[in-house]
T-cell receptor
Framework: AQTVTQSQPEMSVQEAETVTLSCTYDTSENNYYLFWYKQPPSRQMILVIRQEAYKQQNATENRFSVNFQKAAKSFSLKISDSQLGDTAMYFCAFMKPGSQGNLIFGKGTKLSVKP | NAGVTQTPKFQVLKTGQSMTLQCAQDMNHEYMSWYRQDPGMGLRLIHYSVGAGITDQGEVPNGYNVSRSTTEDFPLRLLSAAPSQTSVYFC????????????????FGNGTRLTVT
C-alpha cells in the first residue's frame, strides 16, 4: 500500500522569505502522480501544484515549485517570497494510475507566515 | 457554475442518530468521493463513485453508506452516529477517472463539520 509522510507538523517563515515543506512517499509503482494542496483557515482545499512521476522536470507554478527526487521518493514544496496569504495547512497527496482518481494524503504541515 | 456544494456546513448529532450529508455538483463530473479530515490524520477516503449507479469503498468506509442515483448527487449516510465519526467531511469531484484524472484535478466542496456527542 502507498503511504505519504509529511514529517513537519508545523513550520513558520517570515514574510518575503523562502520555505520548503517536505514530503516523502512509499510506492512500488513506477508511474504515479503527486500533488500539493493548500487549505487556508477558510477550510477550502486548493490545488497548488502537481507532478507526473515520469516527467523529470520539476513543476513550477509562479512562487511555488517542487523538488521531485524519484529515486529518493521525495516531493518537497518550495514557496518563494512568502506572503501572509500563504498561511495554511499544506497537504502532499499521491495518486496511482488506475486508482479512479483516489488520492492518498499526508497528515499535513501547518505553515504560518509572519509579518 | 456553483461547483461542489455540500450541506449542511455544521451539524451536531447525538450518538445513535442518523443523518445524510448532501453533496451536489453541477459540472457533469464522472467521479465523486467523500473524505474525512481529522486533526493530525490528513484526509482519508471514505467512499467514491466513478459514475451513476457505481460506488466503491475507500480506506475508512465502516459506518457510512453512499449511493449515486444521478451524476450530480452523492449523499453520504451515517446510519447510527458514533463519537468516532466527529470530523470534517469533504466531498470532491473530477471530470474523469483513472489515468486521465491527473488532468482533471479534484474540485472540493467547503466541507461539513460534524460533531457527535
Amino acid at each position: 500500500a502507498q503511504t505519504v509522510t509529511q514529517s513537519q507538523p508545523e513550520m513558520s517563515v517570515q514574510e518575503a522569505e523562502t520555505v520548503t515543506l517536505s514530503c516523502t512517499y512509499d510506492t512500488s509503482e513506477n508511474n504515479y502522480y503527486l500533488f500539493w494542496y493548500k487549505q487556508p483557515p477558510s477550510r477550502q482545499m486548493i490545488l497548488v501544484i502537481r507532478q507526473e512521476a515520469y516527467k523529470q522536470q520539476n513543476a513550477t507554478e509562479n512562487r511555488f515549485s517542487v523538488n521531485f527526487q524519484k529515486a529518493a521518493k521525495s516531493f518537497s514544496l518550495k514557496i518563494s517570497d512568502s506572503q501572509l496569504g500563504d498561511t495554511a495547512m499544506y497537504f502532499c497527496a499521491f495518486m496511482k494510475p488506475g486508482s479512479q482518481g483516489n488520492l492518498i494524503f499526508g497528515k499535513g504541515t501547518k505553515l504560518s507566515v509572519k509579518p | 457554475n456553483a461547483g461542489v456544494t455540500q450541506t449542511p456546513k455544521f451539524q451536531v448529532l447525538k450518538t445513535g442518530q442518523s443523518m445524510t450529508l448532501q453533496c451536489a455538483q453541477d459540472m457533469n463530473h464522472e467521479y465523486m468521493s467523500w473524505y474525512r479530515q481529522d486533526p493530525g490524520m490528513g484526509l482519508r477516503l471514505i467512499h467514491y463513485s466513478v459514475g451513476a449507479g457505481i460506488t466503491d469503498q475507500g480506506e475508512v468506509p465502516n459506518g457510512y453508506n453512499v449511493s449515486r442515483s444521478t451524476t450530480e448527487d452523492f449523499p453520504l449516510r451515517l446510519l447510527s452516529a458514533a463519537p468516532s465519526q466527529t470530523s470534517v467531511y469533504f466531498c470532491a469531484s473530477s471530470l474523469t477517472t483513472g489515468r486521465s484524472s491527473y488532468n482533471s484535478p479534484l474540485h472540493f466542496g467547503n466541507g461539513t463539520r460534524l460533531t457527535v456527542t
